[in-house]
């Protein structure tokens, strides 16, 4: 998952118009132990389309940050 981040991080910077490289950009993070960082994108990626906060509810790779306030303010919405 690291390598998958440090390759996504490149190219959500070259193109921040696809919610999904977002997306999965904060899969990685929540996976590599980097919460904040996952909210983060997360968040962009909700901004780009309401479609990821349904997503996120689901996904597993999300768990980690199931317990996290910010979680659950983005899915909510």
């Known amino acids: 998952y690291e390598e998958v981040r440090d390759r996504l991080r ?3 910077k070259a193109h ?19 919460p904040a960082e996952a909210l983060e994108h997360l968040r962009r990626a909700i901004e780009l389309s309401e479609d990821f906060r349904e997503n996120a509810k689901s996904d597993p790779d999300l768990n980690p940050l199931c317990g996290e306030p910010a979680f659950a303010e983005l899915t909510s919405g």
């Open 10 to 12: 490149v190219i959500a």
């Open 16 to 34: 921040p118009e696809y919610g999904m490289l977002f997306f999965n950009l904060a899969c990685c993070d929540s996976l590599t132990g980097r």
